[in-house]
DNA sequence: GTAAGTTTTGCAATATCCTGCAATATTTAT
DNA sequence: ATAAATATTGCAGGATATTGCAAAACTTAC
């Protein structure tokens, strides 16, 4: 057997179950695993997967890249963001935080409305880019390993120019009395910033995020607009915030 | 029996089955081995199959939409990027340009080297997001449709902070009299920014570049220090270059 | 931490490829 | 038609590539 057929096999496996293990394709193919692992590595050079570990998975360049990670989100986050989707209407200035959640409501935004749209996070951007009629401006900055977002000084300054109608942020933490809270101070320095270039704030959160804390400090909590979770349960924690004047969603 | 019979034979035998083996075509056309190898080198050189140890596949495979319609990710590019590779050293500042030869460098680019890349691309951010040792630095500003690349004054103002070693750029058209040259002009003129903000500039080019000229010009000629191309023929056109003070590679 | 699984590295066995050469077939020039 | 030039073919060898194995280094999960 050609060296040939077994990449064609290995490709055809992958677009087919967008996955490939080392000892299926060694059983499959009657070659050793080391043989499997040396053409993945060789088609990994070419660009055309992605070595993991115990096999491989597709890798393109653009939006696809961002699948893997979106794949594991829950459902909270879907109910999450179709909510978040009726706050945004045509013709505004959308600020994106670079959070998952955020990317969720990225990735469900209908074809058609206008919006420009300001973010660091490089899944929106690539999202948004096949909308037509949504404008993305990118926040530069440094790239933040293991997180597709740019921070920093860069990043900062970039935001500050704006006034946006809206800003989406992915919660990590808020409470009432402690406000909104993050574990990354430079993440949080980025956040603190959205929120000061845009009028309204939309707070996406789990449930499981509300009256907790984190090391830094973001913003305090009446400075929310609305707060969207993935359920309105109507107990105490809820009390609290509406007393803000804040809206639950 | 003609070569041209064992020539339409194997042709035919790679049409039907994708893959021809050397053994089996010796002992069907009853020849040695070693003619057949011949004619498949022969057959390659016309371009008709790909010769692959042991035998041969087609040339451009038929089921494999695996390649990117993004990057026309053809041979020639790949063959300039692996050249550009040994252009860069650790630690060096590189700029990345936004494309798709720029790209592909970036896909090829080994894991353990040191480098603070800066770029407009977002394909080029987010696969070297996973590289440990390579700070990106992203250029902000307006997403080009279609593109996935920044233009506008963000990232011009951004890309001018800095004085890089080197800076990979893809080229349109390239002419010796009339320069370097576009088909767009925002594009142009980032281009013209990373050059202004480099020391070095690589031009990635394939062939058919060279003496073509598009509409926005970019930069003279002479201000690239090397123009890498997928073929190094001695022909009329490398001369030029050459007496220009520009390496040919 | 440990243990299980995975990757890397070096190595040896095998297969394939390239080169030069000689024998034969084919073409060309006279 | 004949000799010389050219092309094709098979073969021997040394060079190169591929493969599987095993030990060591590394990851991951618990």
């Known amino acids: ?10 490709l055809d496996r992958l677009v087919h179950d967008q996955k ?4 299926g394709l060694s059983t499959l193919l009657n070659v050793s695993e080391d043989t499997i692992r040396r053409d ?20 393109s360049p653009g939006p696809h890249r961002f699948k893997d990670r979106i794949l594991h989100d829950t459902e909270q986050k879907q109910i999450i963001a179709k909510k978040a989707l009726e706050f945004l209407k045509d013709d505004q200035v959308v600020i994106f935080d670079g959070g998952t959640s955020a990317v969720l409501v990225a990735q469900l935004l209908p074809k058609d409305v206008h919006l420009t749209v300001v973010t660091n996070s490089f899944p929106v951007a690539t999202l948004l880019e096949e909308h037509e009629h949504v404008e993305v401006l990118f926040a530069g900055g440094r790239l933040l390993k293991n997180s597709f977002v740019t921070i920093g000084n860069d990043t900062i300054q970039f935001l500050k120019k704006f006034r946006a109608d809206i800003c989406l942020l992915g919660i990590c933490s808020i409470h009432a009395e402690l406000g ?6 430079e993440e949080s320095e980025v956040k603190r910033v959205m ?3 845009s009028k309204e704030i939309i707070a996406l959160a789990t449930v499981e995020k509300l009256e907790t804390a984190e090391a830094y400090y973001v913003c305090p909590t009446d400075r929310l ?8 349960a109507e107990d105490e924690a809820f009390k609290v915030y509406t007393e ?6």
């Open 225 to 232: 607009s609305v707060i969207i979770t993935d359920q309105l």
């Open 180 to 185: 909104v809270t993050s574990p990354n101070f």
């Open 195 to 197: 929120i000061e270039s």
């Open 40 to 59: 993945i590595k060789e088609l990994a050079e070419q660009g055309l997967l992605k070595s993991v570990r115990g096999g491989a998975v597709p890798h």
């Open 1 to 10: 057997m050609l060296k040939e057929e077994r990449f064609r096999l290995i």
């Open 244 to 249: 803000l004047g804040i809206k639950m969603a």
């Open 20 to 23: 490939v293990y080392l000892a």
